[in-house]
């Protein structure tokens, strides 16, 4: 076993003078391209309007913007426009699915696998006596096997709630063999897409609630995320309060997407997202999924043949639309220990611990405290797999 470095003997190493190696793209994308942040602000500095609150022409221009920003998600998504609305975060939209869907005496199925922004708001309609709700188990890749959700129906199923992809360990699930089995028993399927949209895939269509954000994959901003619901499906608002529409009601407009839109809309971040989709959208990016997919191949690749080092991850960079992300842990050093090695060292810049994650470290055997992560963007390079590589070579010494 490697000597452990005590927190109070760690090497004097400042990150001052290191380039800074961002490799926590699975929490927030950095940075985004220029024409992102050009969006945003000037939205931000010009327009200055707030959406359906007004006649005027920036008013009208701040309707058209978020138009266009549901349009941009829609294609994403493959489904139509009017389908989509757009809240401030996906954790925001979670809680508007999974409380504006499940009534007294429903029972849910949640995963492993899953975040926290669906796990809380289960657990919290469970202990208030509201519904019941089981979760259903991953393997040590963090992949959920269907049949274990079929397994688990009962009568007063109502909700399937999967994370598309894990935020730990970047595996895919197989959302269409999932929502068949929902659909066939009457069930929702409600698909957390937020580490799978911009990842190359329109497989979330197949689900009847789609959630995500703008600010991870996509690399727009935060403050806006979309909810998809299927045709002839709607949810109970979990908000009330202004919508610019039908203002002389006390009640909440009945379609989208103002049911589901509440307040003052987030213009810059919604000009943000379609300067990120149309980024994305130029020929010279196509590559760019591929090649970060290809950087974290090699860096699971390269960690995992270091003694000491423990790689979960090895399905997340196929050629399937999975995001690229890994985990690992250093025999001898607490992910904490080794995340802040990481920096101090290298400049390189990770998460440690849960990952707001926590059921699936059961599965995984690191609920002792948890993992590092790892997840590549498009403006990493293969020098920061080197980065990763020879600081955790240094650690286990």
């Given at each position: 076993m490697?000597?452990?470095?005590?927190?109070?003997?760690?090497?004097?190493?400042s990150?001052?003078?290191l380039?800074?190696?961002y490799?926590d793209n699975?929490?927030?994308?950095?940075?985004?391209?220029?024409?992102v942040?050009?969006?945003w602000?000037?939205?931000?500095?010009?327009n200055?309007?707030?959406?359906?609150?007004?006649?005027?022409?920036?008013?009208?221009?701040?309707?058209a913007?978020?138009?266009?920003?549901?349009?941009a998600?829609?294609?994403l998504?493959?489904?139509?426009?009017?389908?989509i609305?757009?809240?401030?975060?996906a954790t925001?939209?979670?809680?508007?699915?999974?409380?504006?869907?499940?009534?007294?005496g429903?029972?849910?199925?949640?995963?492993?696998?899953?975040h926290?922004?669906?796990?809380r708001?289960?657990?919290?309609l469970?202990?208030?006596?509201k519904?019941?709700?089981?979760?259903?188990?991953?393997?040590?890749?963090?992949?959920?096997?269907?049949?274990t959700?079929?397994?688990?129906?009962?009568?007063?199923?109502?909700l399937?709630?999967?994370?598309h992809a894990?935020?730990?360990?970047?595996?895919?699930?197989?959302?269409?063999?999932v929502?068949?089995?929902?659909r066939?028993?009457?069930?929702?399927?409600?698909?957390?897409?937020s580490?799978?949209?911009?990842?190359?895939?329109?497989?979330?269509a197949?689900?009847?609630?789609v959630?995500?954000?703008?600010?991870?994959?996509?690399?727009?901003?935060?403050g806006?995320?979309?909810?998809f619901?299927?045709?002839?499906?709607?949810?109970?608002?979990l908000?009330?309060?202004?919508?610019?529409?039908?203002?002389?009601?006390?009640e909440?407009?009945?379609?989208?997407?103002?049911?589901?839109?509440?307040?003052?809309?987030?213009?810059?971040?919604a000009?943000?997202?379609?300067?990120?989709?149309?980024?994305?959208?130029?020929p010279?990016?196509?590559?760019?999924?591929?090649?970060?997919?290809q950087l974290?191949?090699?860096?699971?690749?390269?960690?995992?043949?270091?003694?000491?080092?423990?790689?979960?991850?090895?399905?997340?960079?196929?050629?399937?639309?999975?995001?690229?992300?890994?985990?690992?842990?250093?025999?001898?050093?607490?992910?904490?220990?080794?995340a802040?090695?990481?920096?101090?060292i290298a400049?390189?810049?990770?998460?440690?611990?849960?990952?707001c994650?926590?059921?699936?470290?059961?599965?995984?055997?690191?609920?002792a405290?948890g993992?590092?992560?790892?997840?590549?963007?498009?403006?990493?390079?293969?020098?920061?797999?080197?980065a990763?590589?020879?600081?955790?070579?240094?650690?286990?010494?």
């Open positions: 490697p000597t452990r470095i005590e927190s109070t003997t760690m090497p004097a190493f990150s001052s003078n380039p800074r190696r490799l699975a929490a927030t994308s950095w940075p985004k391209p220029e024409s942040w050009r969006a602000e000037q939205t931000a500095r010009e200055g309007a707030v959406a359906g609150r007004g006649g005027y022409h920036e008013a009208v221009a701040a309707d913007l978020l138009a266009q920003a549901r349009g998600f829609a294609d998504l493959a489904v139509p426009a009017d389908r609305a757009l809240p401030a975060s925001i939209g979670l809680n508007q699915a999974i409380h504006g869907l499940l009534r007294p429903d029972h849910a199925i949640a995963t492993a696998a899953d926290n922004a669906t796990l708001p289960l657990h919290h469970a202990c208030q006596g519904i019941e709700f089981t979760v259903v188990p991953c393997d040590d890749r963090g992949w959920v096997d269907p049949q959700i079929a397994d688990a129906w009962r009568p007063a199923t109502r399937v709630s999967l994370s894990s935020n730990v360990t970047g595996t895919v699930q197989d959302a269409a063999a929502a068949t089995i929902t066939e028993r009457g069930g929702v399927t409600l698909l957390d897409a580490q799978s949209l911009g990842q190359g895939s329109a497989a979330e197949i689900a009847d609630i959630v995500a954000p703008a600010h991870k994959w996509l690399l727009g901003m935060h806006i995320a979309v909810v619901l299927r045709e002839g499906l709607m949810l109970d608002p908000l009330q309060g202004g919508t610019g529409l039908v203002s002389e009601s006390f909440m407009p009945a379609g989208l997407p103002e049911r589901l839109e509440v307040g003052t809309a987030d213009l810059p971040a000009a943000a997202l379609v300067a990120a989709i149309e980024w994305w959208a130029a010279e990016h196509r590559g760019l999924l591929a090649a970060c997919r974290a191949r090699d860096c699971r690749d390269r960690l995992a043949a270091i003694s000491g080092v423990r790689v979960w991850g090895g399905d997340m960079a196929g050629d399937e639309g999975g995001p690229p992300i890994l985990s690992f842990v250093v025999e001898g050093f607490s992910p904490v220990e080794t802040a090695l990481l920096e101090q400049g390189v810049q990770v998460r440690a611990g849960f990952h994650a926590a059921a699936i470290h059961q599965c995984l055997g690191t609920a405290a993992t590092v992560r790892v997840a590549f963007g498009p403006f990493n390079t293969s020098d920061d797999v080197d990763v590589v020879t600081t955790v070579e240094a650690i286990v010494g």
